[in-house]
């Protein structure tokens, strides 16, 4: 599968600082979007599993959601939104692993 490398914010290990990173994204897929992250929210829950308090942190690992941003790239199965859109990511994503057409 086709990958490509990003600059991300995130740890290798449960007891480094959070630094920049370059992590491998898949390529998109039909019902997916690509947004240019402008703005990020980073809440306890994120900063627990970034040192891996539950115990169930899978390193590297980027912390963050609620995401806001523009859309860079669309899937072939997407119908309302466009390059140049506006999108927001919220806290619960891939939860059912069942997305409408966007």
């Not at 990958?3 to 390529?27: L, W």
């Not at 947004?35 to 169930?56: A, K, Q, V, Y």
Request: hydrophobic share 40%.
């Amino acid at each position: 599968m086709e990958t490509t490398n990003v600059k991300a914010f995130g740890k290798d290990a449960a007891t480094v600082p959070i630094k920049e990173m370059n992590i491998q994204r898949r390529a998109l897929m039909a019902k997916y979007i690509e947004i240019e992250i402008m703005f990020c929210g980073i809440c306890h829950s994120d900063l627990h599993t970034t040192r891996n308090d539950w115990g169930f942190t899978t390193y590297p690992v980027v912390p963050g959601h609620e995401i806001v941003g523009r859309v860079t790239k669309v899937g072939e199965g997407i119908n309302k939104l466009k390059v140049g859109d506006y999108a927001g990511v919220g806290c619960l994503v891939d939860v059912c692993r069942n997305i409408r057409n966007a």
